[in-house]
Each structure stands twice: as structure tokens, then as C-alpha cells.
């Protein structure tokens, strides 16, 4: 017996009163073995392939499964998502996910709040054309592209915002990309170059928060301060209202990323003057409550998810953590 969850009570096997479902929707759900040949199966087969594709389409239909929009990192593209895509369409069949080919690659380097216009503009339709809201899947530096669409548009219907491995705090640290991006520096010094006019046009310098040089920092910094209202902003309440229009924030990260650093960033941790994690619910942003993260708490619509053993390439392609601190919540 095949049992399908997730339908109205018309579907309910013990109310199945009318007799046309009965016999012509159920009835095809059940074959009875003992009548089955060889010959038979051989052209009963295609049938049974098309009834199957014809169920999982029906349940997800009678389901509505929210469509996913995921947003990509630093010199990323689509094709990075190929098994997270997998995933949501074996847990939840029929999804319509997109994942867009926006700034790919070394155009990901382009300032934040050019990226955050473009992936707006691609996203926007699919918002409209969904009733029922939709769920933001963000990876590393989407995070952030998701954060600035989500405080900027007024009548986003986003779900679940489930921010990957993102550096939502901020970024302090020697790695490969580092070393890649700017040979020349290191963390103690990209300060020079980051709180800069020429430097704010690299993404990356963007969310670039040296504990070190915070009034640099709070003074130069186009995207991150703003968002965090670190820096004076005009804009401010109206921002939060608009971020607090998601139902749930799922903040993911873990101790072996080696990316993100620190990594608790992925969870709006961050450094201190002396290089000391200050977690969350420690920081000033969460107790002033600027952008919602203390309301969203209180609401119960906070949720935090640490994986350690993941290094940051992976967290889009691990099943393990598509299925502890994803798939729940795609409903």
C-alpha cells in the first residue's frame, strides 16, 4: 500500500467515498502479483515509469512545495550546485529550484550592492509567481547578497532564509583566497587597502572587519556596516521591518570550514580587539536587536546549525548536512 501524506481530506483513504477516485486515481496504486507474466510486465512498465513520474508530480502539486532560490559564493557559478539540487529533488519531488548564473566566477568580485540589484531583479518574478513565499538557500558570500535583498525589498515573501557557511559578522583571516585576491597583504594590514574608495569595489573588502581598526572600519565600509548599522543609516527601520518579514533565519557553519573565519561568523559571531570570539548572543547587534536577530529569537524563528568535519567547498554538496540543518526546512 502506497501511502501519500501531506493531502486534503478528499484524499484520505478513509474517506473515500466517491467511487470515481477510487476506481480510477487509487485503483492503478495497487497490482495484484499473481496475474503478472513476463509478457505482461514487459508492457505494463512504461506504464508503471509514467505512473510514478505522474504521482511524484501530483503529490508535490497537492503539497506545494515551496520553490527554492539558491544564491551562490565567491567565484562560483550554477553548476557548483549540481548535488544540492539532488537532494531537494529526491526529499521534495517536484521543487522548483533556480540557481542563476549571475556574476559568476571572477565577476562575483563586483561590489555587493551591484550583485544585490542583479540577483533582485532575476529573483523578483519568482517571488510574485509564488503565492505561498519562497526559501533562499545562500552559500558563503550569497549570504550576504541574500541579507541586503531581504533588508531592501518591502514585499519579499522569503520563507526560510538559510544562510551556508556566509560570513554574516564579517571576515578576518589569513586564507587561500586571501593569499589568491591580495599576495601582497595579510589580515593584520588589507585594512590599507580594504577602507578604501578603490578598495569598497572588491566584494570582499565589502565584509572585510579588521577588530583592529573598527573606526576604519564603521567609516568605510559600503555594505557590511550598513547592513549591520555599524555605520550611521538612515534607512535602518525600515531595513529590519523588511528583513523580519522571513519566517525562519537558519544560520549554518562549523569549526573545520576554513574559510570563514572566524567561523562563528557564520552564525553573526566575531572577533573581539584581542581575537576572542564574542558569540552571538553576546554581541552588540544581537542585544541592541538592529536588524532582528533578537526579535527573530524571541519569536522562535532562530536556529543555529554547527557541523564540524565540513571544509567550506562542501557544504552545498554534504548530505549529511543537507539533512540535518536543511531539508526540514524547505516545507
Excluded at 557553519?253 to 566575531?270: L, N
Aim: hydrophobic fraction near 40%; aromatic fraction near 16%; charged fraction near 15%.
Amino acid at each position: 500500500m502506497i501511502k501519500i501524506t501531506g493531502l486534503s481530506h478528499l484524499f484520505k483513504w478513509e474517506n473515500l467515498h466517491n467511487w470515481w477516485l477510487t476506481k480510477y486515481f487509487f485503483a492503478p496504486l495497487y497490482v495484484q502479483p499473481c496475474f503478472i507474466s513476463y509478457f505482461n510486465v514487459k508492457f505494463l512498465l512504461p506504464f508503471l515509469l509514467l505512473w510514478s513520474l505522474f504521482g511524484a508530480c501530483l503529490v508535490a502539486a497537492v503539497i506545494g512545495y515551496k520553490p527554492v532560490v539558491i544564491v551562490h559564493g565567491l567565484f562560483d557559478s550554477s553548476g557548483a550546485f549540481v548535488e544540492l539540487l539532488r537532494f531537494i529533488n529526491q526529499s521534495h519531488p517536484g521543487t522548483n529550484v533556480s540557481v542563476f548564473d549571475l556574476f559568476d566566477r571572477s565577476s562575483s568580485l563586483q561590489p555587493l550592492w551591484k550583485q544585490v540589484e542583479g540577483f533582485k531583479a532575476a529573483i523578483y518574478p519568482i517571488m510574485q509567481n509564488a503565492a505561498n513565499g519562497v526559501h533562499f538557500i545562500c552559500y558563503s558570500q550569497g549570504g550576504l547578497i541574500c541579507r541586503g535583498i531581504l533588508s531592501t525589498l518591502p514585499d519579499h515573501n522569503v520563507h526560510s532564509f538559510i544562510s551556508l557557511s556566509s560570513p554574516q559578522a564579517g571576515q578576518y583571516g589569513d586564507t587561500n583566497y586571501l593569499k589568491y585576491l591580495f599576495p601582497q597583504f595579510m589580515k593584520f594590514n588589507l585594512f590599507h587597502f580594504c577602507y578604501t574608495s578603490v578598495g569598497q569595489r572588491i566584494s570582499i573588502c565589502n565584509f572585510w572587519k579588521d577588530p583592529h581598526h573598527m573606526d576604519m572600519y564603521m567609516n568605510s565600509s559600503d555594505y557590511l556596516a550598513l547592513l549591520n548599522s555599524e555605520r550611521t543609516n538612515p534607512n535602518s527601520t525600515v531595513w529590519k521591518k523588511n528583513f523580519l518579514r522571513i519566517k525562519k533565519l537558519v544560520l549554518i557553519g562549523g569549526p573545520d570550514d576554513g574559510v570563514i573565519t572566524p567561523w562563528q561568523s557564520s552564525q553573526f559571531g566575531f572577533y573581539d580587539d584581542n581575537e576572542t570570539v564574542v558569540e552571538i548572543k553576546d554581541q552588540d547587534l544581537y542585544l541592541r536587536d538592529v536588524f532582528g536577530l533578537k526579535t527573530l529569537n524571541a519569536r522562535g524563528d532562530l536556529f543555529l546549525c554547527s557541523m564540524a568535519g565540513v571544509e567550506h567547498i562542501n557544504w552545498h554538496s554534504n548530505y549529511t548536512v543537507f539533512n540535518t540543518c536543511i531539508e526540514k526546512w524547505l516545507v
